[in-house]
């Protein structure tokens, strides 16, 4: 029986464009899938983000008309809060952001905004909400004082959309330039499980729940004490939804 030695170049070629081309479509089949799942999570985060992101409203702080202060001579300002009415929930909390917008030809100087803030949170069934008031929050600039923003957390601030360094805690007077916008991104993070006890320190306390809630901002501008043209006004928004982490 006579044997037939075949080439061995040919062979090896053959088996290694075989195996090239196994391995190059189980490479395509995998970038196939990886490409799949990629489009998944996109279109998944979009969803998200359209369900909590696309639901921000902008609510003006109306003049509460305080008979005394309508004899000053307020200037122009305008004070607007921006919050989303349906919100995921944060690490932060229930989120939301005061506007200030200097729209006259003068710089101010005003006294700590969130200093006269005060914050009214409601839960569906209209019974108020007691927010955790840290006295960590105390600020040092006033003996014996414990401003009201000890509510609520203070975030990032931004004038003119570039963020500034402001310690609201140790400042008490703040200069808003002519023409300008000053944007105060703030949380409420904890609310007390004990109303009864918000005055002590140890008050229990726990994250704020997924929820329906009402929320009203009361705040009053003024200039400093030192103005020679001093100004007061109070101001407040309507009551507004919010729809936390549904």
């Given at each position: 029986?006579?044997?037939?030695?075949l080439?061995?170049?040919?062979?090896?070629?053959?088996?290694?464009?075989l195996?090239?081309?196994?391995?190059n479509?189980?490479?395509?089949?995998?970038?196939?899938?990886l490409?799949?799942?990629?489009?998944?999570i996109?279109?998944?985060?979009?969803?998200?983000?359209?369900?909590?992101?696309?639901k921000?409203k902008?609510v003006?702080f109306?003049d509460?008309k305080?008979?005394v202060?309508?004899?000053?001579?307020?200037?122009?300002?305008k004070?607007?809060?921006k919050i989303?009415?349906?919100q995921p929930?944060?690490?932060?909390?229930?989120?939301?952001t005061?506007?200030i917008?200097?729209?006259?030809s003068k710089e101010?100087?005003?006294?700590?905004?969130l200093?006269?803030?005060?914050?009214v949170?409601?839960?569906?069934?209209g019974?108020?909400?007691s927010?955790?008031?840290?006295?960590?929050?105390?600020?040092k600039?006033?003996?014996?004082?414990?401003?009201?923003?000890?509510?609520?957390?203070?975030?990032k601030t931004?004038?003119?959309?570039?963020m500034v360094?402001?310690d609201?805690y140790?400042?008490?007077?703040?200069k808003?330039p002519a023409?300008?916008?000053?944007?105060?991104n703030?949380?409420?993070a904890?609310?007390?499980?004990?109303p009864?006890?918000?005055r002590k320190?140890?008050?229990?306390?726990s994250?704020?729940a997924?929820?329906?809630?009402?929320l009203?901002?009361?705040t009053?501008i003024?200039s400093?004490r030192?103005?020679k043209?001093?100004?007061l006004k109070?101001?407040e928004?309507p009551?507004?939804t919010?729809l936390?982490?549904?």
């Amino acid at each position: 029986m006579q044997e037939h030695n075949l080439p061995l170049g040919p062979i090896v070629w053959h088996v290694f464009k075989l195996f090239y081309e196994t391995i190059n479509d189980i490479s395509k089949m995998k970038k196939q899938t990886l490409g799949i799942i990629t489009s998944i999570i996109v279109i998944c985060q979009l969803n998200v983000n359209t369900l909590f992101a696309q639901k921000a409203k902008i609510v003006p702080f109306n003049d509460l008309k305080i008979e005394v202060e309508q004899k000053m001579n307020f200037p122009d300002l305008k004070l607007e809060l921006k919050i989303d009415t349906q919100q995921p929930v944060y690490r932060e909390g229930l989120k939301f952001t005061i506007i200030i917008t200097n729209r006259s030809s003068k710089e101010l100087d005003l006294y700590n905004p969130l200093d006269m803030s005060t914050l009214v949170l409601n839960n569906e069934m209209g019974i108020p909400v007691s927010v955790d008031r840290s006295p960590l929050f105390i600020a040092k600039y006033a003996r014996f004082y414990v401003p009201n923003f000890e509510s609520f957390d203070v975030g990032k601030t931004f004038l003119n959309g570039k963020m500034v360094n402001i310690d609201f805690y140790n400042t008490e007077n703040i200069k808003l330039p002519a023409n300008s916008s000053l944007e105060m991104n703030l949380s409420i993070a904890n609310v007390l499980t004990n109303p009864r006890l918000r005055r002590k320190p140890d008050a229990p306390k726990s994250k704020i729940a997924k929820g329906k809630y009402s929320l009203t901002l009361t705040t009053m501008i003024s200039s400093v004490r030192s103005s020679k043209e001093f100004f007061l006004k109070t101001m407040e928004t309507p009551e507004v939804t919010v729809l936390y982490g549904q």
